[in-house]
């Protein structure tokens, strides 16, 4: 059963930074393109990234392109979304999730396969 595990989130300031990591047992994360979506209260999900399974091609929601970056650890079979410059509009449920393809169009209609409990990310003054 594919198991993957969301963490470190946590409370930030505007403008702060938090890596979040997705973490698979049970299998190899390099079977899948693997993304992040998040979902705020009262809101629909979104994706916001997206690595491929070999890693070199990734894609980003526009409202946080050049604020976040995806990328990942092979021999740690982890997933890391760095996020920097915060805002208060990132606070969200965040999730790492397995995806069938990683581009920009392909992820504003896609279906996660599997994903994890979520982590909850907070930025506030």
């Known amino acids: 059963q594919v198991q993957l595990e969301e963490s470190g989130g946590g409370l930030v300031h505007p403008g702060g930074s938090l890596r979040l990591s997705c973490a698979a047992s049970r299998f190899a994360l390099d079977r899948y393109a693997i993304g992040w979506f998040r979902q705020a209260p009262g809101k629909e999900r979104e994706w916001v990234s997206c690595?491929?399974?070999?890693?070199?091609?990734?894609a980003y929601k526009d409202s946080v392109k050049g604020r976040f970056t995806i990328s990942r650890d092979w021999d740690k079979n982890t997933v890391y979304l760095q996020m920097s410059s915060l805002k208060p509009e990132d606070t969200a449920v965040y999730y790492c999730?397995?995806?069938?393809?990683?581009?920009?169009?392909?992820?504003?209609?896609?279906?996660?396969?599997?994903w994890g409990q979520g982590t909850q990310v907070t930025v506030r003054s």
């Open positions: 999730a397995t995806y069938d393809g990683c581009t920009s169009s392909f992820m504003m209609s896609a279906t996660p396969g599997y």
């Open positions: 690595i491929t399974r070999t890693g070199p091609i990734t």
